[in-house]
């Protein structure tokens, strides 16, 4: 039975149900996700997205629906993997698997999650699956990318191609995936690129966060990524600043030599980088990005359904937390 168009909470208690059933399809003995409930459907944005998507394409919601679980499996399984490489310690208010059960307990169910992912997109539809693990291997790409780079200085477009690679390539998943279900192969291509967008916008307002988020709004510790040596486009802009660019390479040399205990460089670095206006102007270009969608948003079947995509994705630029 299909889903009452617009009735995406609705749809979200159905992705909710969804996990938790593949999930339960696994031996406690072997991990017991029950004891990790604040790890699936935080802000549940790729899920959103793919079930307005669905939408927006006059796709059965049952089946949008399915898309988004295999979606926030494979996102919280690269959530596992992260925590790893940073070494995170919390991750929406609470201890990460890394670091209550150790890295090898938290990668090893990551594996696992992305397995349960793949069978999901399987279960969708035959041609899923392959894309997706297609998608996986972009963001396993991008990731690498990143960690090759860090703490070394890296240009707009390097940085342009890692958030293309490890956070666009899901959410293009998401919207191809929903294209194809929906059988609209002539909008393949604008479906892509509302993906792949959306990600990258997405992603440079989690970077701007990461410099101006409050900790308990955003669940996660902040100055996390300038710490770790991650160059993002705030931090880039502001280097590439005239003004600040010195001042920004002076603290970055600090942060590189001090004790990693002392926040006092990276405290220093994001208020040079608000006072300058650089989050601010990263933000305005992660809107941008979002407001050149419009017109291939407009060629979507379901008008209204494409009203309250553009909503959604305005209001991802706009965020706080």
């Given at each position: 039975m299909r889903t009452k168009p617009g009735n995406i909470e609705t749809s979200m208690l159905a992705v909710s149900d969804g996990v938790r059933s593949a999930l339960g399809a696994i031996d406690r003995e072997i991990f017991d996700f029950r004891e990790f409930p604040s790890l699936f459907l935080g802000k549940a944005?790729?899920?959103?997205?793919?079930?307005?998507?669905?939408?927006?394409?006059?796709?059965?919601?049952?089946?949008?629906?399915?898309?988004?679980?295999?979606a926030e499996l494979t996102h919280t399984a690269s959530l596992l993997h992260d925590d790893c490489i940073d070494t995170a310690r919390s991750r929406r208010g609470h201890p990460t698997v890394n670091e209550k059960l150790g890295v090898n307990a938290a990668i090893l169910?990551?594996?696992?999650?992305?397995?349960?992912?793949?069978?999901?997109?399987?279960?969708?539809?035959?041609?899923?699956?392959?894309?997706?693990?297609?998608?996986?291997?972009?963001?396993?790409?991008?990731?690498?990318?990143?960690?090759?780079?860090?703490?070394?200085?890296?240009s707009a477009e390097t940085a342009a191609r890692i958030v293309t690679l490890k956070t666009g390539s899901l959410f293009r998943w998401c919207a191809l995936a929903a294209a194809n279900l929906a059988v609209r192969p002539e909008l393949q291509e604008a479906c892509a690129?509302?993906?792949?967008?959306?990600?990258?916008?997405?992603?440079?307002?989690?970077?701007?966060?990461?410099?101006?988020?409050?900790?308990?709004?955003?669940?996660?510790?902040?100055?996390?990524d300038v710490s770790a040596g991650?160059?993002?486009?705030?931090?880039?802009?502001?280097?590439?600043a005239p003004g600040t660019g010195a001042g920004a390479e002076a603290l970055l040399a600090e942060l590189k030599t001090g004790p990693p205990a002392d926040l006092v460089p990276a405290l220093g670095l994001a208020a040079l980088v608000k006072s300058g206006g650089f989050t601010a102007a990263a933000r305005n270009s992660a809107l941008e990005r979002i407001l050149d969608l419009f017109p291939l948003m407009a060629a979507l079947p379901d008008r209204d359904g494409a009203q309250e995509l553009k909503?959604?994705?305005l209001a991802l630029a706009e965020r706080k937390a």
């Open positions: 944005v790729r899920a959103r997205f793919t079930l307005l998507m669905g939408r927006a394409l006059g796709l059965d919601a049952a089946k949008a629906e399915k898309i988004a679980v295999a169910a990551g594996d696992l999650l992305i397995s349960l992912a793949f069978e999901q997109a399987a279960g969708a539809a035959p041609g899923l699956a392959p894309e997706l693990v297609r998608a996986v291997r972009s963001m396993t790409e991008g990731a690498l990318l990143e960690e090759n780079t860090r703490g070394s200085r890296v690129r509302i993906g792949s967008e959306t990600g990258f916008a997405f992603q440079v307002i989690d970077d701007v966060l990461d410099f101006d988020g409050d900790p308990a709004e955003c669940g996660k510790e902040i100055l996390k991650k160059f993002t486009l705030p931090l880039i802009l502001a280097l590439n909503h959604f994705l």
